[in-house]
């Protein structure tokens, strides 16, 4: 089989930059420079387009502009969302309850607070990634101060019910905190019909720069801030504002709604092609996550009595680009918490391969990375340890 020009199915750890964003983005690189808190004609030109950015992405999410907050990152928005609201709580409520399948920043930031006299619970998942409203309901009581939820799993794609997460919360007086930083640009993610306190996004999901992320903070809630310095964002983040990166963000979501039904309809039709072409033809193979409720661009497999790293391996010999799990964890070689939380086993969750497509994948690059899986799995259960019974 021959190899093509090289092949990025992995569109959820990050996306390349669209040449449009990057063409709005060059000028505050080279022309229009300046600092945004400075009170000169090249302070106030780079502070304008700042403001643009934020009415543009806070427009996005059905927001107001001073309820965004720009971030260096969506790991750092999703840290001052709830370190941020711990440091900044008055209540009595000392107890954060956050679902098996969080991104790692929440989960290690939630850990992290569970070791500074805060109560740390988990709810539970159903066998698709999929949260079981009536666990979360068992662990709510009236010292829960937050509840954070990932609006859909980056690993595995399933979709969660915020909107009836939102309400049972806030029928407690509890706040929720959801991490979108997949599921903004990609699907509808308005913030008052979802019924959301706090919500992250991040640029490089969208084919936006990376080093920019908002979080949206409702009006009414309090945080502190990590970073102290200059008092910029509303006092909640100091440092010198990213104009180039927050251009970029705001003409990222610009791009993604204007296509966003059609750039949907293109993918899934990509991946559930895909994804027939692969349960069709190699046995002992299955799909991780929900059928139904998950995003359009991501196919998570599992293939019984082989490893997904070395599954990884041998496509990126052939010149495709694919990963086990979540970027940021892909180097630890340990199975997915995300996985694990599901009910798979430590060898099941190994011999999982995720698949993520985007705005450039083609027709011809799933007929060759489906024929290259094909190849791969054969090859490599011949040579496994885990035979078939």
């Not at 929900?290 to 599992?302: A, D, M, T």
Request: proline fraction near 5%.
């Amino acid at each position: 089989m021959p190899t093509p020009t090289r092949i990025y199915f992995d569109y959820a750890a990050t996306t390349p930059l669209d040449p449009e964003v990057f063409k709005e983005m060059k000028p505050y690189f080279l022309e229009k420079y300046g600092n945004p808190a400075s009170l000169h004609w090249a302070g106030q030109q780079a502070a304008k387009a700042v403001s643009n950015a934020r009415e543009t992405l806070a427009l996005a999410i059905n927001a107001t502009p001073n309820e965004i907050i720009f971030t260096s990152s969506a790991t750092e928005s999703n840290n001052l969302a709830l370190k941020g609201l711990v440091w900044g709580n008055t209540t009595k409520r000392n107890k954060i309850v956050i679902s098996a399948v969080e991104h790692d920043c929440v989960l290690n930031s939630a850990k992290w607070l569970s070791k500074q006299d805060y109560d740390l619970s988990y709810f539970e998942v159903d066998q698709y990634g999929r949260i079981k409203l009536d666990k979360l309901n068992e662990k709510l009581d009236e010292k829960t101060l937050l509840v954070s939820v990932i609006h859909a799993n980056n690993e595995i794609g399933t979709i969660q019910p915020i909107k009836e997460i939102a309400d049972i919360c806030h029928e407690r007086g509890i706040l929720l905190h959801v991490d979108a930083s997949q599921t903004f640009g990609k699907i509808p993610v308005d913030v008052k019909d979802l019924g959301v306190d706090l919500l992250t996004t991040s640029a490089h999901k969208i084919y936006g720069p990376k080093g920019v992320s908002f979080l949206y903070c409702k009006k009414g809630v309090k945080l502190t801030p990590l970073l102290h310095g200059g008092g910029q964002e509303l006092n909640l983040r100091s440092s010198t504002s990213n104009v180039p990166g927050i251009v970029g963000f705001a003409k990222a979501i610009e791009i993604s709604l204007k296509n966003q039904k059609t750039e949907e309809e293109r993918i899934k039709k990509l991946r559930d092609c895909l994804e027939k072409q692969i349960l069709s033809t190699i046995p002992d193979s299955h799909l991780n996550g929900h059928p139904n409720y998950r995003l359009f661009n991501i196919l998570n497999i599992r293939f019984d009595y082989i490893e997904g790293e070395s599954l990884i391996m041998r496509l990126s010999q052939k010149g495709v680009a694919a990963s086990t799990g979540s970027a940021c964890s892909s180097p630890k070689l340990e199975p997915s918490h995300v996985l694990l939380a599901t009910g798979l086993k430590p060898a099941e969750a190994h011999g999982s391969l995720r698949l993520s497509l985007g705005r450039w994948s083609t027709q011809d690059e799933v007929e060759y990375v489906a024929a290259a899986i094909e190849q791969i799995v054969s090859d490599l259960r011949k040579i496994s340890p885990f035979k078939r019974k």
